[in-house]
């Protein structure tokens, strides 16, 4: 099967890679390979037979020389074919047999993205049960970010986690009453007005700044979970 993106998935101790979160967060973490370029372009030129090489090379972040031979392979291919108005208008039209590739390699990517998924839930799943065995039962998460976001996705799509997360702490006053995964965002003010047994700090950026907000208001150290290494 092929693989539009490989990365190497580190087992979790107590707290998870820090590397793997944060990249796999960030678009940049995953490097195009060849059949991901070809399905960047072939659903570009479907979507927009006016598009340049120039707008192609941009949105895929390659030279325009290698996206002129790309298209050249794909004219040869026959997935592509393309229309000369002039020295510098061209228009390029994805073929009948370009638009059954592009499927199949959406297809292939959505196989390998899934891939990815299941391998990130396992670790997260794992890293609960770490808490989970600790004693930990019901607890709030401190930042409202992508972080707590991926962790309360995991948890709601796997419903017997023992382990409830009763509300989300952020220190950013625009985000307080809004709810995260349907879970309320609350301020570290509220924190007495939630019965838990534990604070899990789901950021990675103000990990820091977090953890002493805690100890300034005399967190108990004991029921402090770091996601990641403190």
Partial sequence: MPCFYCINV???DYSINEQWMVETLNNSFFKPTVLYKEYMILDMIEKNSNITQREISKEIGMAVSMVNEYLDQ???DKLVRKKKHSMKTVEYFVTKKGSERR???NIWYLKSSNNIYIQAKDNIISFLNQIIEKGFKKILLYGAGEVAE????V???DKEIPLEVVAVIDDNKNRV?????????ITLGDL???NHDGIMISSYKHHETIHNNLIMIEYPKNKIIHFFDN
Avoid: A, W
């Avoid at 991926?150 to 996705?153: F, K, S």
């Avoid at 009453?177 to 965002?185: H, S």
């Fill in 10 to 12: 580190v087992e979790l």
């Fill in 74 to 76: 794909y004219v040869n």
């Fill in 103 to 105: 499927k199949l390699l």
């Fill in 150 to 153: 991926i962790m309360l996705q």
């Fill in 155 to 157: 948890m709601n799509d």
């Fill in 177 to 185: 009453g809004d709810k995260l995964v349907n879970i309320p965002i």
């Fill in 192 to 194: 007495s007005k939630y």
